[in-house]
């Protein structure tokens, strides 16, 4: 009998991780790691594209590993792609050079999705016993906080917090300047008031950390205690007061002078003072005493997801999702074959033009669901629906949203018509400036989207985007006569090129 095996990788900003794992019922064995420090942010990251030696020494890291995972005959080679990636407006091209290259196709994860991995990861490694943890990962372009228990989560976040990305951004490298350090921990509080806010309203019990970063600095501090190593799978926790004493010399020495007292690699040394940072005010914020540093992560929370219930989560959760928003269109009477047909020409034109709205892969799905639900406040009134459509969506508590999915869902409904999004508009109040953005340019695909079924009939078979310069061409493939659509569509059209500053043009064919 053959042995199942699967190789899990995590193509993160900073490091690149593989485990490959003998599966065998309800536990996995590690028998092979490969970790790589390739840095795919570097020089990067904040809209910028990754830059190409930073892609090559990815390709050849990837194609490395997947070499290994075969040796190991192995029966899967399961790869996902966080932040750097995610981010990344050559995404595309650095996913087919993978595929050319090592074999395999990574697939993008969100935010919330990678939060759920590492959630899985923990759970299996740390004994959560009945207590509501915080667990925080540190990446290299991002942070994911979750909030849960062994059998729940209830919150889960990411920032933009990550520390490959906030010591570019604050030039932290090497011995940085005091306002350098000052500036830095004052951007992270910032970015922090909202997950302050959460986390403190769910109450937590204990709080874990993984990631490289959380673990070098928490093998640091054992250092400087005198405790001694710890075996790697041992989870030791890190005190508030001993990472206060650790950014303080940190952040007065030399990348140098950190890889010599403590023996960490160049890359890790040039990143560590913005971990330490980031890690520092999440306790202070937050008023966590100690963080248990856990060596799970993301590749772990593959693997633990093949195992458990849940290894079809992240298909069964968007299938719930999808059954809950139909449902309330159900309920509303609305015209379902309308729903479907709008939210399809939505995503062709997402998709189209993603290399003008940059919006994250997350996005896609959240304008799906906008586009299905958009009229069901017809229901209640056809005076001002779309204002009806955002309240029934805002608080529908549909089956596998989160609050700050739904939030977006509903404005994105209540804006495919009439007026845009404007200032004096109380229900963008409750908006961050990012999901504002995120708001007013997923709705304007919608309102574009939502005019070529003006009547309903599906007129309208598929549209194509051609993008040239500065002109955008919706070319409108026709069922039967399309016209009205065209002419609503023409009208509707107006924000996105405002928003984008592009002229807008329509072509039938």
Same mark, same amino acid.
């Given at each position: 009998?053959?042995?199942?095996?699967?190789?899990?990788?995590?193509?993160?900003?900073?490091?690149?991780?593989?485990?490959?794992?003998?599966?065998?019922?309800?536990?996995?064995?590690?028998?092979?790691?490969?970790?790589?420090?390739?840095?795919?942010?570097?020089?990067?990251?904040?809209?910028?594209?990754?830059?190409?030696?930073?892609?090559?020494?990815?390709?050849?890291?990837?194609?490395?590993?997947?070499?290994?995972?075969?040796?190991?005959?192995?029966?899967?080679?399961?790869?996902?792609?966080?932040?750097?990636?995610?981010?990344?407006?050559?995404?595309?091209?650095?996913?087919?050079?993978?595929?050319?290259?090592?074999?395999?196709?990574?697939?993008?994860?969100?935010?919330?999705?990678?939060?759920?991995?590492?959630?899985?990861?923990?759970?299996?490694?740390?004994?959560?016993?009945?207590?509501?943890?915080?667990?925080?990962?540190?990446?290299?372009?991002?942070?994911?906080?979750?909030?849960?228990?062994?059998?729940?989560?209830?919150?889960?976040?990411?920032?933009?917090?990550?520390?490959?990305?906030?010591?570019?951004?604050?030039?932290?490298?090497?011995?940085?300047?005091?306002?350098?350090?000052?500036?830095?921990?004052?951007?992270?509080?910032?970015?922090?008031?909202?997950?302050?806010?959460?986390?403190?309203?769910?109450?937590?019990?204990?709080?874990?950390?993984?990631?490289?970063?959380?673990?070098?600095?928490?093998?640091?501090?054992?250092?400087?205690?005198?405790?001694?190593?710890?075996?790697?799978?041992?989870?030791?926790?890190?005190?508030?007061?001993?990472?206060?004493?650790?950014?303080?010399?940190?952040?007065?020495?030399?990348?140098?002078?950190?890889?010599?007292?403590?023996?960490?690699?160049?890359?890790?040394?040039?990143?560590?003072?913005?971990?330490?940072?980031?890690?520092?005010?999440?306790?202070?914020?937050?008023?966590?005493?100690?963080?248990?540093?856990?060596?799970?992560?993301?590749?772990?929370?593959?693997?633990?997801?093949?195992?458990?219930?849940?290894?079809?989560?992240?298909?069964?959760?968007?299938?719930?999702?999808?059954?809950?928003?139909?449902?309330? &269109?159900? $309920?509303?009477?609305? *015209?379902? %074959?309308?729903?479907?047909?709008? =939210? /399809?020409?939505?995503? @062709?034109? +997402?998709?189209?033009?993603?290399?003008?709205?940059?919006?994250?892969?997350?996005?896609?799905?959240?304008?799906?669901?906008?586009?299905?639900?958009?009229?069901?406040?017809?229901?209640?009134?056809?005076?001002?629906?779309?204002?009806?459509?955002?309240?029934?969506?805002?608080?529908?508590?549909?089956?596998?949203?989160?609050?700050?999915?739904?939030?977006?869902?509903?404005?994105?409904?209540?804006?495919?018509?009439?007026?845009?999004?404007?200032?004096?508009?109380?229900?963008?109040?409750?908006?961050?400036?990012?999901?504002?953005?995120?708001?007013?340019?997923?709705?304007?695909?919608?309102?574009?989207?939502?005019?070529?079924?003006?009547?309903?009939?599906?007129?309208?078979?598929?549209?194509?985007?051609?993008?040239?310069?500065?002109?955008?061409?919706? &070319?409108? $493939?026709?069922?039967? *006569?399309? %016209?009205?659509?065209?002419?609503? =569509? /023409?009208?509707?059209? @107006?924000? +996105?090129?405002?928003?984008?500053?592009?002229?807008?043009?329509?072509?039938?064919?």
């Amino acid at each position: 009998m053959s042995t199942n095996r699967v190789a899990a990788i995590d193509i993160g900003t900073n490091s690149i991780h593989m485990i490959i794992a003998e599966l065998a019922k309800r536990e996995y064995r590690v028998v092979d790691k490969e970790k790589e420090m390739v840095q795919l942010g570097l020089s990067s990251l904040d809209g910028a594209p990754l830059a190409e030696e930073a892609m090559q020494r990815g390709v050849a890291a990837i194609s490395r590993m997947c070499e290994v995972a075969r040796g190991w005959q192995v029966d899967d080679i399961l790869a996902v792609a966080t932040s750097a990636v995610r981010e990344a407006p050559n995404r595309r091209e650095f996913l087919r050079r993978i595929k050319d290259s090592a074999g395999i196709k990574p697939r993008v994860i969100s935010g919330e999705e990678e939060a759920h991995y590492i959630y899985y990861a923990v759970r299996a490694a740390v004994d959560l016993g009945s207590s509501t943890a915080l667990c925080v990962d540190i990446g290299g372009g991002s942070v994911e906080f979750i909030v849960g228990t062994s059998d729940e989560i209830y919150y889960t976040a990411s920032e933009p917090l990550g520390s490959l990305r906030l010591a570019q951004k604050f030039h932290l490298q090497d011995q940085p300047a005091y306002r350098d350090v000052e500036a830095c921990r004052e951007h992270v509080s910032e970015h922090l008031r909202k997950v302050q806010k959460r986390v403190r309203g769910l109450g937590v019990d204990m709080a874990v950390g993984t990631s490289g970063t959380i673990l070098t600095l928490t093998n640091m501090a054992a250092a400087g205690s005198g405790s001694g190593a710890a075996p790697a799978s041992t989870p030791r926790a890190l005190t508030h007061d001993a990472l206060v004493d650790l950014v303080g010399l940190l952040s007065t020495t030399s990348a140098a002078d950190r890889m010599k007292r403590y023996g960490i690699e160049e890359k890790r040394a040039a990143t560590i003072v913005a971990g330490a940072i980031v890690l520092e005010t999440i306790l202070d914020e937050l008023q966590i005493e100690s963080i248990l540093g856990c060596p799970a992560a993301i590749r772990e929370g593959i693997v633990q997801t093949l195992l458990s219930e849940d290894g079809e989560t992240a298909r069964a959760g968007a299938a719930q999702r999808k059954d809950s928003t139909m449902a309330l &269109v159900q $309920r509303s009477g609305a *015209d379902k %074959r309308h729903a479907r047909h709008v =939210a /399809k020409l939505a995503l @062709r034109i +997402f998709d189209q033009t993603a290399s003008i709205h940059a919006l994250p892969p997350e996005s896609r799905e959240l304008l799906e669901h906008a586009a299905t639900l958009h009229e069901i406040g017809m229901h209640v009134s056809d005076r001002g629906y779309h204002k009806h459509s955002y309240y029934l969506v805002r608080h529908a508590n549909l089956r596998g949203f989160t609050e700050e999915q739904l939030i977006v869902i509903a404005n994105v409904a209540r804006y495919h018509r009439k007026a845009t999004p404007a200032d004096d508009h109380q229900n963008l109040d409750e908006l961050t400036p990012q999901q504002r953005g995120d708001v007013e340019k997923l709705a304007s695909i919608l309102r574009i989207a939502e005019a070529l079924d003006r009547s309903h009939s599906q007129a309208v078979r598929d549209v194509a985007v051609e993008i040239r310069g500065d002109e955008i061409r919706f &070319v409108v $493939r026709e069922r039967s *006569d399309a %016209r009205v659509e065209v002419a609503a =569509a /023409k009208k509707r059209a @107006r924000y +996105f090129a405002e928003l984008f500053e592009k002229a807008v043009k329509f072509r039938r064919r």
